[in-house]
């Protein structure tokens, strides 16, 4: 072949395949999984959210439209300006098309506003502030896994309606605590239920004995435990020492994952009530994916709501891609808003306009070491909460994007 | 001001539990800059082991509570000795400020290897069961456990306070603290006796790491949770003290008890609070002698 040949079919070659992928930019899809790798919450997400972002990538085929799907991911170390730091160099550098998981409110509320100018999709699933879909709300953000609201709904109602009308609260001395707390006291109130107290402990706090014990002599039915990570995990295990539990009070954990369950052990949390978003035991499709998962991270752990958050949010990212043809963020979270999300995460889930993923919920209630059958057998499902009734209503919001239209 | 006398009394009595694990662990402290001079950044670290060897000597070999009240201290004060035979001995001559920096250095890197392999969220280790229940004070609800704790750790104050003043050993070593050479001449192994004592302080973290398992998350970060908690309670005590640090320990916990119990949002800074005051007024610490 001589060479002018050779430079004419190539030319060719390139136009041909160029025209195929013209809407998607760089010829490729980029994914960024940005969240916590080495502290309090790299348990509940971190290279755990990684290897399920790749899962998604792999069943979906690798490619969509023709470009290959590739996936980065860093550690922001809890921290706002190395997240944004971060943020900025994957999208002005790398080409990152969407970031992912972005657990601590701080730092998902930084990425909000730097995927917001620079026009990148934010898949939120670490996450729990519900500012994210509120005030702060994105036309390029989805809200995929819980926040406070829900959580706060889903155990405050429950438990006041099954007769734990009476509260009192432990409260992490932060933002995200006091939220968590207040956002529990007005749905207490809302089915009727009183609030006796509430105690603001220092955070992190290692001892809750002092704590407890206000909570024990308030009377309160019901102890809602407003932290998160150690702090809850701390709190669950010296209730159970000063026999809290066998007093007759119910000790719920306001933001409680699987992982924590596991650390503290049956023994200790049995009883404890709370509110998920998934749970790996609940169907045929939810364990083969666990399994799967399982294996990839070495055996011995199960996946958290998170993860499996995670999962399903980049597959509906790449399923709206190849139904739209186009990796503009707009655009693509405008397709995502159109397609139900019905995969092992959950069934007709639906994307509202303030960026809410709006899927059921469930309140669950840790077994007794007695009932549970096999390493991780831990929830049995009280109840499934629809997801209107979990998440804040459309309108309550003041998300901007909603009072719009 | 409105808070019942019982509710008063369990405050006091939880928060000379809490003593309690200051005292231990500030007395291990206490013991190692006193006698060698080093500030032992890597305290809260060995804390952590002590409890991590208590939880893996569970998981993996199936040993309870109480041969692990013996052994993880043991281990972990190999493991001291370990760290002074390699590299604290070489930094001996050097000002303490190179001692602070490795121990810290040490720490992070012990801290970040159980990260690696166990993650943050922490194990789970349940009440010996002899030691499991409560019995009702009238005032407040005591777990036989905690009840246990501040037995276990005055036990522990008073004997390493014993060994150190009045048997002839403690004198050997406070004679070596004071002048190392003129010991040496009298035919001392005085290298023998330093690595011993960090041996033994480190032994100390261990066995506190091992009376809080039960209580607390037994996980890597819960070093760095207290040790600048017990770092203050030493400076307050006095650097080197060891009757101040226990005395310390214990007065601290009730301090922060009843913070607890009127204004719990500045409980975990009125020790720093404290020590601030105790520095301006009393530069030595409340038991340290001036130099």
Known sequence: MNLRKW???SAFALIAAGGAQAQISDNVVKIGVLNDQSGAYSD???????????MAIDDFGGKVKGAPVQLISADHQNKPDVGSAIANRWIDEDKVDAIVDVPTSSVALAIQEITRTKNRVHLNSGAGSSALTGEKCSPTMVHW????YAQAHGTGIALTKQGGDSWFFITADYAFGNALRDDTMAAVKEAGGKVLGAVSAPFPNTDFSSFLLQAQGSGAKVIGLANAGSDTINAIKQAHEFGLDKSGQKL??????????????????QGLVLTDSWYWDTNDETRAWAKRWSEKMGGGRMPTSVHAGVYSAVMHYLKAIDKSGTDEAKKVVDTMRTIPVNDMYTKNGKIRADGRMVHDMMLVQVKKPSESKYPWDYYNVLRTIPGDEAYRPLDKGNCPLVAGK | MGIPLPVLFGQLLLGLINGAFYAVLSLGLALIFGLLNIINFAHGAQYMMGAFVAWLMLT??????WPALVIAPLVVGLFGIAVERTMLRRLAKLDPLYGL????????????LFRNFYGVSGQPYAVPSALQGGVNLGFMFLPIYRGFVVVASLAICLGSWLLIEKTKLGALLRAATENPSLVRAFGVNVPLMITATYGFGAALAGLAGVLAAPVYSVNPLMGSDIIIVVFAVVVIGGMGSILGSVLTGFGLGLVEGLTKVFYPQASSTIIFVIMAIVLLVKPAGLFGKAS
């Open chain 1, 44 to 54: 509940l997400s971190g290279k755990g959210s990684v290897v399920a972002a790749q």
């Open chain 2, 60 to 65: 993996m070999l199936g040993i309870g509570y």
């Open chain 1, 145 to 148: 896994s819980y926040d406070t």
């Open chain 2, 101 to 112: 920096l490795l121990t810290f250095g040490l720490a992070l890197v012990i801290e970040g």
């Open chain 1, 252 to 269: 719920t954990g306001l933001l409680t994952f699987i992982t924590d369950v596991h650390s503290i052990g049956l023994e200790t949390a």
């Open chain 1, 7 to 9: 430079a004419f079919v």
